[in-house]
């Protein structure tokens, strides 16, 4: 996996860190503790999904206002330092929701405000990790590097998931470890905690900061970079139209993640072991796909690519929405689970081809705020639907996003904006 860019061990550790913080995203946001929350917290599936939402929207709110900021900072203070920040904080969080039961005081609060802190940095750590791409990988490889990356950590959230399914979900948990109050649910934060801390360590000594302006570090300074970029954002049209498309895309993508596991529990009513298989297969499907169309994307490049994928997830969308049995929901959930890999590595890989040399995370700041300003109009609206009509019409939803999304990135000219950064 060497790269003319560098040798092979930070393509190796960078990769890695996707193998160890999707552990978060798979057991916490998507499949495990989300179905556990909205089922332990709530007073039926639809009330527990209105509240799992508004956490999903405040962290998605502080994520736009912050990664921006955090890129522009970033690529005047190292990147490094902020990713081991993020990750640890992210860590500490996640841990710390094992020991919230639902019978405790103010349970809802202390819960979701532990949940937003824990996905707020793991998303702000994101901006930091992403912007090492440009710089790791030669750009006719960044397709398919991303897609290891993208494919490892899918691997990553698979194998989490099969530890979860034989050590914490069955009705007799190994190791004696309690059922009461549904502790061995929650411990899987445990499991998710010590997976990021361990597997992301090679990530922490071996990434090296490439290049550092030299300036001294002044959050006023990084404002005032910020509102520069904002402004010559005109420059890069290409870009902001990209952005745009992600910007919608996404939102239908993130919320998917984020209730897919719900509306299984609430509309099919999965039980918590079937809810881990189904996250297998989901991950299974999504690992296979980033790893295959990594390559596509090196051939067909990044933006043909991200188009393919968000048709299939509408039309996913559509299957789930309307799936009259739980064998067509499978259907869905694998299609999401193939084209759910390639949409975000070849999104993250065509970005990389965008931005101008030595603004990596400044750019990649625009890119998490991209997938997040509006991030929280998805699970807002889903869990307004679901809380007034059904969980399959807040599913329904989605498909806008998908659409809109889609007809924005249709008019991407993918050439310019690799010429405009290369003559940056």
């Keep these: 996996m060497s790269d003319a860019h560098g040798s092979a061990r930070p393509i190796a550790a960078w990769c890695l860190y996707d193998w160890a913080n999707s552990a978060f995203t798979t057991l916490v946001v998507s499949f495990i503790y989300s179905a556990y929350f909205s089922n332990a917290f709530g007073d039926d599936p639809g009330h527990g999904t209105a509240l799992w939402s508004r956490g999903?929207?405040?962290?998605?709110?502080?994520?736009?206002?912050?990664?921006?900021?955090?890129?522009?900072?970033?690529?005047?203070?190292?990147?490094?330092?902020?990713?081991?920040?993020?990750?640890?904080?992210?860590?500490?969080?996640?841990?710390?929701?094992?020991f919230v039961t639902p019978s405790q005081p103010r349970a809802v609060?202390?819960?979701?405000?532990?949940?937003?802190?824990?996905?707020?940095?793991?998303?702000?750590?994101?901006?930091?990790?992403?912007?090492?791409?440009?710089?790791?990988?030669?750009?006719?490889?960044?397709?398919?590097?991303?897609?290891?990356?993208?494919?490892l950590g899918y691997g990553g959230g698979l194998a989490a998931l099969v530890v979860a399914l034989v050590v914490f979900v069955p009705e007799t948990p190994l190791f004696g470890i309690s059922t009461a109050e549904g502790f061995n649910l929650r411990a899987t934060n445990l499991l998710v905690a010590g997976w990021f801390?361990?597997?992301?360590?090679?990530?922490?000594?071996?990434?090296?900061?490439?290049?550092?302006?030299?300036?001294?570090?002044?959050?006023?300074?990084?404002?005032?970079?910020?509102?520069?970029?904002?402004?010559?954002?005109?420059?890069?049209?290409?870009?902001?139209?990209?952005?745009?498309?992600?910007?919608?895309?996404?939102?239908?993508?993130?919320?998917?993640?984020?209730?897919?596991?719900?509306?299984?529990?609430?509309?099919?009513?999965?039980?918590?072991?079937?809810l881990v298989t189904f996250g297998i297969v989901i991950n299974v499907g999504a690992g296979l796909g980033a790893l295959a169309f990594g390559f596509v994307d090196d051939r067909i490049g990044g933006k043909a690519t991200v188009g393919v994928?968000?048709?299939?997830?509408?039309?996913?969308?559509?299957?789930?929405?309307?799936?009259?049995?739980?064998?067509?929901?499978?259907?869905?959930a694998i299609l999401v689970g193939i084209f759910a890999g390639p949409n975000q590595s070849a999104s993250r890989s065509l970005m990389a081809r965008f931005v101008p040399r030595n603004r990596e995370s400044e750019f990649f700041g625009f890119f998490a705020f991209s997938?997040?300003?509006?991030?929280?109009?998805?699970?807002?609206?889903?869990?307004?639907?679901?809380?007034?009509?059904?969980q399959r019409v807040g599913v329904g939803s989605l498909l806008i996003f998908f659409l809109l999304g889609g007809l924005c990135l249709w008019r991407v000219d993918e050439r310019q904006a690799i010429a405009a950064a290369r003559a940056e």
Aim: proline share 3%; glycine share 8%; hydrophobic share 60%.
């Design 309 to 332: 994928s968000v048709a299939a997830l509408a039309a996913a969308t559509v299957v789930g929405a309307l799936a009259p049995t739980a064998a067509w929901f499978w259907v869905a």
């Design 371 to 390: 997938g997040k300003v509006t991030s929280f109009l998805g699970p807002a609206l889903l869990g307004v639907l679901s809380d007034i009509y059904s």
């Design 56 to 98: 999903i929207t405040v962290s998605a709110l502080a994520i736009a206002a912050l990664a921006p900021i955090a890129g522009a900072l970033a690529d005047r203070g190292g990147r490094r330092r902020y990713l081991v920040l993020c990750s640890l904080l992210c860590v500490a969080a996640t841990a710390a929701l094992t």
């Design 197 to 274: 801390l361990i597997f992301a360590l090679p990530a922490f000594f071996r990434l090296e900061d490439e290049a550092v302006t030299g300036e001294r570090l002044s959050v006023r300074r990084a404002f005032a970079n910020l509102a520069a970029t904002l402004r010559q954002l005109r420059r890069y049209r290409q870009i902001g139209l990209f952005l745009l498309a992600r910007l919608l895309y996404n939102d239908g993508l993130v919320t998917i993640f984020a209730f897919g596991g719900i509306y299984a529990v609430g509309t099919f009513g999965f039980s918590f072991a079937e």
């Design 109 to 151: 609060v202390t819960a979701l405000a532990l949940f937003v802190v824990a996905n707020v940095a793991f998303e702000l750590g994101l901006v930091f990790y992403n912007a090492f791409l440009p710089s790791l990988a030669d750009p006719k490889r960044i397709g398919r590097i991303s897609g290891y990356a993208w494919g």
